[in-house]
């Protein structure tokens, strides 16, 4: 089945920018979703299709995806940024959703 | 306004069963991908199930041949079977709609926590 790595923590200092990666075998052949969740919350969409943004979400969530890896960039962090981060796909191969392990942020 | 509410989890014993319910409202269960999705406490997201549009339906392998994923169309509503529980399947479970792709969660319940335990 397919495999999604994510670094289990980021840490970044408010106003600096943060890098969260998601690794995959040719990820960017795929469709990469990206989810922040804050404790005893539902997880919220962040970035759909690799880079798309829901309404309401900031423009500092943006994301890119080539090779075997994705990257979710968070710029501008915020406290209120401080959050799990989960990247997400589609396997056609096999009709299943897959999501990465998951990445706390600290704003420090 | 899109809102799905799930109801249903609770304290079982191992090799018990329970069935969630997520009621939508806002646009309809049917003409829709839905899907559920669960995490351990302290853990990640795990995906469980979908159902498409069209009644078809997927499981992880982890659940497959013990959780059922259906839907009321009369009452625009979501629901999960689990049998035959185990103390792995203790968590939270939201269940979640799918875009029109069916290929991200676009809409997300609050989640109903099942713990399966002696």
């Known amino acids: 089945s397919y495999v999604l790595t994510q670094p289990p923590s980021v840490s970044v200092a408010p106003g600096q920018t943060a890098r969260i990666t998601c690794g995959g075998n040719?990820?960017?052949?795929?469709?990469v979703h990206w989810y922040q969740q804050k404790p005893g919350q539902a997880p919220v969409l962040v970035v759909y299709?690799?880079?798309d943004r829901p309404s309401g979400i900031p423009e500092r969530f943006s994301g890119s995806n080539s090779g075997n890896t994705a990257t979710l960039t968070i710029s501008r962090v915020e406290a209120g940024d401080e959050a799990d981060y989960y990247c997400?796909?589609?396997?056609?191969?096999?009709?299943?959703?897959?999501f990465g392990g998951g990445t706390k942020l600290t704003v420090l | 306004e899109v809102q799905l509410v799930e109801s249903g989890g609770g304290l079982i014993q191992p090799g018990g069963s329970l069935r969630l319910s997520c009621a939508a409202s806002?646009?309809?269960?049917?003409?829709?991908?839905m899907s559920w999705v669960r995490q351990a406490p302290g853990k990640g997201l795990e995906w469980v199930s979908v159902?498409?549009?069209?009644?078809?339906?997927y499981y992880a392998d982890s659940v497959k041949g013990r959780f059922t994923i259906s839907r009321d169309n009369s009452k625009n509503t979501l629901y999960l079977q689990m049998n035959s529980l185990r103390a792995e399947d203790t968590a939270v479970y939201y269940c979640?709609?799918?875009?029109?792709?069916?290929?991200?969660?676009?809409?997300w319940g609050q989640g109903t926590l099942v713990t399966v335990s002696s």
């Open positions: 979640a709609r799918l875009d029109y792709s069916g290929s991200y969660n676009d809409y």
């Open positions: 806002g646009f309809t269960v049917s003409s829709n991908y």
């Open positions: 159902i498409y549009s069209g009644g078809s339906t």
């Open positions: 040719n990820i960017g052949s795929k469709s």
């Open positions: 299709d690799d880079s």
């Open positions: 997400q796909v589609w396997d056609s191969s096999s009709d299943l959703w897959v």
